[in-house]
C-alpha cells in the first residue's frame, strides 16, 4: 500500500508548492493558434520554463506543466487505467496546423521515446495530441531523477523541470488490474480555473 499512499502525498505537495494557482487550461484559449491559409504557421521559439511546475487538476489522472498562473504548456493523463487497454496520452499545447502529423520526441534518464501526433482541436485551438500503451518502456523518460524535454516539429524545445508527479502517474496507469485505485488527489477547485478540467 506504500504506493498509493506515497502518490496521495506527492499530489497534495504539488498542490500546496506555491502561491500562485498551478498553470491553467483557460488561458490558452485567449490566444490564437489558426495557422494561415497559404501554408504551415510559422515555428516558435522555445519556451523559457523557469518556475514551470507540474501540477495535479480537477481529473486525479491528469497532470499539467507550465509556469503557474500561465497557459499550460503540456498535459499527460491516464485512460483506461490498470487494465491491458491502459495509455497515456500526451498534449503539447503549441500551434498545430490542420490535418498535420508529427512525431513527438520525449527525452531523458537514458530513454528516448518517438509518439505520433496529430493535430487535435480543443476549446477552438488545434494542439498535438498522441497516445501510447502505459507500459510502453519510453515514459520512464519522465522519472524524476533527471530534467526530460519535448520536442514536436515548429513547437521549439520543451524542457521538463523534473518532479515526482509525471512518473507517478505513470505507474499508476500502469497498476495491477487488482490493485487497490492509487488516490491521486485533484488540486484545492477554488485554485484551478474550470476550464482546466474540461472535455479533452
Same mark, same amino acid.
Given at each position: 500500500? /506504500? ?11 504539488? $498542490? ?17 493558434? @489558426? #495557422? ?11 519556451? *523559457?520554463?523557469?518556475?514551470? $511546475? ?7 489522472? /491528469? ?8 497557459? $499550460? ?6 485512460? *483506461?487505467? !490498470?487494465?491491458? =487497454?491502459?495509455?497515456? +496520452?500526451?498534449?503539447?499545447? #503549441?500551434?498545430? *496546423? %490542420?490535418?498535420?502529423?508529427? @512525431?513527438?520526441?520525449?527525452?531523458? &534518464?537514458?530513454? @528516448?521515446? +518517438?509518439?505520433? $501526433?496529430?493535430?487535435?482541436? /480543443? ?5 498535438? !495530441?498522441? =497516445? ?5 518502456? =519510453?515514459?520512464?523518460?519522465?522519472? %524524476? =531523477? +533527471? ?11 520543451? !524542457?521538463? &523541470? ?17 490493485? #487497490?485505485?492509487? %488516490?491521486?488527489?485533484?488540486? *484545492?477547485?477554488?485554485? @484551478? ?8
Amino acid at each position: 500500500m /506504500r504506493g498509493p499512499l506515497a502518490l496521495a502525498a506527492l499530489a497534495g505537495l504539488a $498542490v500546496l508548492a506555491g502561491c500562485k494557482p498551478p498553470p491553467t487550461d483557460s488561458a490558452a484559449a485567449r490566444v490564437s493558434l @489558426i #495557422a494561415p491559409a497559404e501554408g504551415p504557421s510559422e515555428p516558435i521559439a522555445s519556451p *523559457d520554463v523557469t518556475g514551470a $511546475v507540474w501540477a495535479s487538476t480537477g481529473n486525479p489522472l /491528469r497532470l499539467v506543466y507550465g509556469i503557474p498562473g500561465q497557459p $499550460v504548456l503540456l498535459a499527460l493523463e491516464c485512460l *483506461d487505467p !490498470k487494465g491491458p =487497454e491502459a495509455r497515456l +496520452r500526451i498534449t503539447r499545447h #503549441a500551434p498545430a *496546423d %490542420p490535418g498535420a502529423s508529427a @512525431i513527438l520526441a520525449l527525452i531523458g &534518464n537514458g530513454y @528516448i521515446g +518517438r509518439f505520433p $501526433v496529430d493535430a487535435a482541436s /480543443r476549446k477552438g485551438q488545434r494542439v498535438w !495530441k498522441g =497516445e501510447a500503451a502505459a507500459l510502453t518502456p =519510453e515514459w520512464d523518460a519522465l522519472k %524524476p =531523477e +533527471r530534467e526530460a524535454t519535448v520536442t514536436v516539429p515548429g513547437a521549439g524545445l520543451l !524542457k521538463l &523541470n523534473p518532479s515526482p508527479l509525471p512518473m507517478a502517474l505513470v505507474d499508476a496507469c500502469r497498476a495491477s488490474p487488482t490493485a #487497490a485505485p492509487p %488516490p491521486l488527489a485533484p488540486a *484545492d477547485p477554488g485554485s @484551478i480555473p474550470a476550464a482546466a478540467d474540461a472535455a479533452r
